[in-house]
Nanobody, 124 residues
Framework: QVQLVESGGGLVQPGGSLRLSCAAS????????IGWFRQAPGQEREGVSC????????YYVDSVKGRFTISRDNANNTVYLSMNSLKPEDTAVYYC?????????????????WGQGTQVTIAS
């Protein structure tokens, strides 16, 4: 009964901030790679960030580096994606996903469970 539930999305103006949450259940998130992906309308799903069991962090999209921060709260079994200085091009459905093991990458088939997604819309 592995589940991941995203929350925290919404409509914000350019330059604003959001913190997305990924609440995990049925497994211990700290033992796996947990990735954040996003998919904009008409575009492919892309890997945004990942955190692994050693608390190492990756940011795969150049435009989010310095603006997005991935983190984990082990006590609450929750992974976060804090997003600052948001831009219209950040608009997408954001998904969190559980890796099959501890490897962090951007390959969707290496992630075996997915949340339902949360909509992030950046617009004036």
């Amino acid at each position: 009964q592995v589940q991941l539930v995203e929350s925290g999305g919404g409509l914000v103006q350019p330059g604003g901030s959001l913190r997305l949450s990924c609440a995990a259940s049925g497994f211990t998130a700290a033992n796996y790679a947990i990735g954040w992906f996003r998919q904009a309308p008409g575009q492919e799903r892309e890997g945004v960030s990942c955190i692994n069991r050693l608390n190492l962090k990756w940011y795969y999209v150049d435009s989010v580096k310095g603006r997005f921060t991935i983190s984990r709260d082990n006590a609450n079994n929750t992974v976060y994606l804090s997003m600052n200085s948001l831009k219209p091009e950040d608009t997408a459905v954001y998904y969190c996903a559980k890796g099959s093991s501890w490897r962090c990458d951007t390959v969707p088939v290496n992630f075996d469970s997915w949340g339902q997604g949360t909509q992030v819309t950046i617009a004036s």
